[in-house]
């Protein structure tokens, strides 16, 4: 018990002996007002110019809006429409090209022998 009054001066010095870190403040630094931007005011024109009168009388349409032919459109040669090829391609070869199996498959989910003949022909295009 005779020890309680030196734990808190023991701390004292301890606390007094520890090497603090300093609090560094930020300095404000002050900031330049952004200089104006000169006015640049006109030149006055060294002539005064004087406004001619215009005649309108002479007005030609023909001279204004001349008939020119148009620029010619450059056509394209159209391809040709699958019906007619599909009439140029029969049951038999389209088999032959893509199998009996997916021939029947595109003729059920196509709906007719027709579709899938069109079908043949759009997979014989593309290769």
């Known amino acids: 018990m005779k020890y309680w009054p030196l734990i808190p001066l023991t701390s004292l010095l301890f ?3 520890v090497e603090q870190q300093p609090v560094y403040r930020p300095v404000p630094v002050k900031k330049e007002a952004p200089k ?3 006015v640049i005011t006109p030149v006055k024109p060294k ?3 004087e406004l001619k009168e215009v005649e309108d ?3 030609d349409p023909a001279y204004m ?3 020119t032919p148009s620029k010619k459109v450059k056509k394209t040669p159209e391809p040709e429409p699958i019906a007619a090829a599909a009439s140029q391609m029969s049951k038999e070869e389209c088999v032959a090209m893509i199998g009996q199996e997916k021939f029947d498959k595109y003729t059920q ?4 022998e027709a579709a899938a003949i069109k079908r043949c022909v759009l997979l014989k295009s593309m290769r």
């Open 47 to 49: 002539k005064i110019h």
């Open 109 to 112: 989910m196509l709906g007719s």
């Open 65 to 67: 809006y001349p008939e």
């Open 15 to 17: 606390i007094g002996c």
């Open 36 to 38: 104006p931007k000169p």
């Open 57 to 59: 009388d002479n007005f």
